[in-house]
């Protein structure tokens, strides 16, 4: 059985779900939606019947689901609006501007027993899955702190993401992804939260932050988004009591490095800089090539986790069709937000925001 679905926004990212879903047996796209008439006419050329609202959507066809790829304003209405028609409801990140927001389209989820799930698409990232693997597995010892980080130097995309009205700027648009992660993979809760919002463009909204967590379990956390850096810092880091592993771009598979001896020698005294240190000497046999290995180090391989990012439409399939969990859930959504929100809070009253540390635990 086909799933009859209603795209609404055929820009980007209604063009990129339309391509993953037509590789999905089980969703038959049957309309677009767009108040932009050059998007209908190219939902037109694609073999879409095309409306300028949903509801005329969804009085013309049949549809069982409909996918929201519209900017981030307008997500709690048009998900209110499908979820009171009876229609399953398949989001684009972030999944509304507040959290009270998304607190309504939950309750109207459950009122009328229909799905509501948020497209987290970045979990399904190699970058994330390895050093996830790492932390999961011990590989380098107990991770202690992390660095999960996004840079670009091309400023803020010059449409509606510029627009505070729209919902706009970088801790909602990358921020919700970074941060959804970092509590995937840190099994704890937060209990301290600093953070500090960039302007540096001049804007309206952000164009980057650095958020400072701190979970129960002791592992602190830097969120790092930026548009302004031309020498970007690597995606991730990862630091433990025996080792550490890197990733410094999309490109690269990284580095893994663990101690390998369970009692080694004492540093020697190295020059640096206009004095000396032993503290900080480096692990390296030749300190002009810092790839050449002492003998207390061993270098490991970057785990390789494979992963189908169209997992997401068959986890909403799975749930309609035979009563599965969600791969993504709302508790898990709504966490996110409200961390996101204590981010701007901190900002603005440039302080630390303490949690309880079961206030933003996921339930489910």
Not at 67 to 96: F, Q, R, W
Not at 131 to 146: E, H, L, R, T
Not at 287 to 315: G, M, T
Not at 319 to 343: K, S, Y
Request: charge should be negative.
């Amino acid at each position: 059985m086909k799933h009859p679905l209603v795209i609404v926004g055929y820009g980007t990212m209604g063009d990129y779900h339309r391509r993953k879903l037509e590789t999905i047996d089980g969703f038959e796209v049957v309309a677009i939606v767009d108040i932009d008439e050059e998007a209908r006419r190219a939902g037109e050329a694609d073999g879409f019947a095309a409306y300028a609202t949903l509801p005329e959507a969804l009085a013309g066809h049949e549809a069982d689901f409909v996918l929201i790829a519209t900017p981030n304003d307008s997500h709690h209405e048009l998900a209110m609006t499908a979820l009171t028609a009876g229609k399953n409801v398949l989001c684009e990140k972030p999944a509304m501007v507040t959290s009270a927001e998304l607190t309504e389209v939950i309750a109207e989820a459950a009122r009328v027993g229909k799905l509501f799930m948020v497209h987290q698409n970045r979990r399904w990232d190699p970058d994330y899955l390895a050093m996830k693997a790492i932390y999961d597995q011990g590989v380098i010892g107990p991770v202690n702190y992390i660095e999960t980080r996004v840079h670009g130097s091309r400023g803020i995309p010059a449409d509606w993401r510029t627009k505070k009205v729209n919902g706009g700027g970088m801790l909602l648009d990358w921020g919700v992804h970074l941060v959804d992660r970092l509590l995937l993979m840190v099994d704890s809760p937060v209990v301290d939260l600093y953070a500090s919002l960039s302007y540096a463009l001049g804007q309206e909204v952000d164009d980057g932050f650095k958020a400072y967590l701190t979970f129960a379990n002791g592992v602190t956390a830097l969120v790092d988004v930026s548009t302004t850096s031309y020498l970007p810092l690597p995606l991730w880091v990862l630091q433990a009591n025996r080792g550490s592993a890197v990733i410094e771009n999309w490109s690269t598979p990284g580095r893994v490095l663990r101690l390998g001896v369970e009692e080694e020698a004492d540093a020697q005294p190295i020059q640096a800089g206009a004095g000396m240190t032993k503290t900080m000497a480096p692990r390296v046999k030749d300190y002009s090539n810092s790839y050449k290995l002492d003998d207390s180090l061993e270098s490991l391989p970057v785990p390789v986790v494979e992963a189908d990012v169209c997992d997401f439409y068959r986890s909403a399939l799975a749930v309609v069709d035979g009563g599965a969990a969600p791969v993504i859930t709302n508790a898990q959504v709504l966490r996110t937000m409200r961390l996101l929100e204590a981010c701007v809070q901190s900002h603005e009253q440039r302080e630390v925001v303490h949690f309880e540390p079961a206030v933003n635990e996921p339930s489910a």
